[in-house]
Structures are given as structure tokens and as C-alpha cells.
């Protein structure tokens, strides 16, 4: 069965302080990996998607990793603007169906 | 600007009454998706279709229902056999391009609680 965990639940960061957000998958044949961005009462946003092991992909302070078995978004000097939930999805079918993990909420203090 | 439009941004239930969300998008994309939102859970796929007038289930659709006439419009209904509805639903869209790999676009949602 197609899953995806997301760890940690929670992220308090102070403003500057770089961390990594985990996406560990088990999907049979990865189609694509997707980040989102999740600010509160709106819809996801589109972030990121990865297609294989060894991909990057940057846009600002956030970058994507993907290895066969978990993605990470590494977040270099947070602002506090970056405070969002962060979801990751996988697709492993031709449907184009998404399996979504639970999220990561980020918090970044000033 | 292209995007997707959902409405209304906040709706109440009665008990025993079907309500409609809508979805409109102009992003000309073909598949679109419905997805239920709970706290502390993952998104779950309600519906989707993949191109008008055809559309299949998704792994909780008991007690909704769609349709798909045109394009551009996808609306949910959430009937009364649906005991727990209060929840935030997410239209997406997907355009062509690529077998399944381009990513899902997402509206702003409709929030669903019960009177």
C-alpha cells in the first residue's frame, strides 16, 4: 500500500535557525514526488515536484532532496514569512492520484 | 488570472439537506479532484475525473456525489447519508502534459460545518 510519513509534526524555529523537514514513502513506482505550502484557512501551493533519486530543486530559501525511500526540504535562514504547514504528496499510478502525508507545521520567530 | 475558483468560501448544513460546493477552474486543464481536509489528517481524494462527463471514486466517497458536464466545472455534493461532513474541502486541477506528472493546483477551499 502507496504511504507517505511526515516528521516532525511540529517545527519551532527561530528566524535564521536552517532545519530540514523529513518525507519518508512507500509507493510502488515512484511517478513523482511533490512539496506543497499550506498557509492557514487557503489551499496548498505548488512548491516542488522530484522525479527520481539524486534530483534537487531550489526556489529561495526552501530546497528539495529526494532519495529512493524519503525526500527532505531543507530550509536555509528561515523568515518568518516561511511559517506555513508543509505537505508532501507521492504519485505512484497513471491516474495521476496524489497520496499525501500528514504535513510538517513550521513556526519561525522572529 | 488563471486559476481556480471554489465558493462558497464557508457553508453551513442542516440536518437532512444536500448542499453544493463548487469548483470552477479556467486553467484549461482535463482532470480535476476533490479532496476532504481534517485536523491532524492528510488530504483523502473524494472524487476525481479525468475528462468531461467521466469521473470515478476516490477512497472516501460515500455519501457525496459529482458531476462533470463541462470542462471547466467540477461541483461536490455532500448529501445527508454523509454523517460527518464538517470538514475543508480542496478542489484541484491537473493539466495534460506527461502521463500523470504534472502537479496538482489547488483552490482556496470551502470550510463545512454542520448547524
Known amino acids: 500500500e502507496d504511504q507517505v510519513t511526515q516528521s516532525p509534526e511540529a517545527l519551532r524555529l527561530q528566524e535564521g535557525e536552517s532545519s530540514s523537514l523529513n518525507c519518508s514513502y512507500t509507493v510502488s513506482g515512484l511517478r513523482g514526488l511533490f512539496w506543497y505550502r499550506q498557509d492557514p484557512g487557503k489551499g496548498p501551493e505548488f512548491l516542488f515536484t522530484l522525479y527520481s533519486a539524486g534530483e534537487e530543486k531550489e526556489k529561495e530559501r526552501l530546497k528539495a532532496t529526494l532519495t529512493k525511500k524519503e525526500s527532505f526540504l531543507h530550509i536555509t535562514a528561515p523568515k518568518p514569512e516561511d511559517s506555513a504547514t508543509y505537505l508532501c504528496a507521492v504519485q505512484g499510478g497513471s491516474q495521476g492520484n496524489l497520496i499525501f502525508g500528514k504535513g510538517t507545521k513550521l513556526s519561525v520567530k522572529p | 488570472d488563471g486559476g481556480i475558483t471554489q465558493s462558497p468560501k464557508y457553508l453551513f448544513r442542516k440536518e437532512g439537506q444536500n448542499v453544493t460546493l463548487s469548483c470552477e477552474q479556467n486553467l484549461n486543464h482535463d482532470a480535476m479532484y476533490w479532496y476532504r481536509q481534517d485536523p491532524g489528517q492528510g488530504l483523502r481524494l473524494i472524487y476525481y475525473s479525468q475528462i468531461v462527463n467521466d469521473f470515478q471514486k476516490g477512497d472516501i466517497a460515500e455519501g457525496y456525489s459529482v458531476s462533470r458536464e463541462k470542462k471547466e466545472s467540477f461541483p461536490l455534493t455532500v448529501t445527508s447519508a454523509q454523517k460527518n461532513p464538517t470538514a475543508f474541502y480542496l478542489c484541484?486541477?491537473?493539466?495534460?502534459?506527461?502521463?500523470?506528472?504534472?502537479?496538482?493546483?489547488f483552490g482556496d477551499g470551502t470550510r463545512l460545518s454542520i448547524l
Open positions: 484541484a486541477s491537473r493539466g495534460a502534459g506527461g502521463i500523470g506528472n504534472q502537479p496538482q493546483h
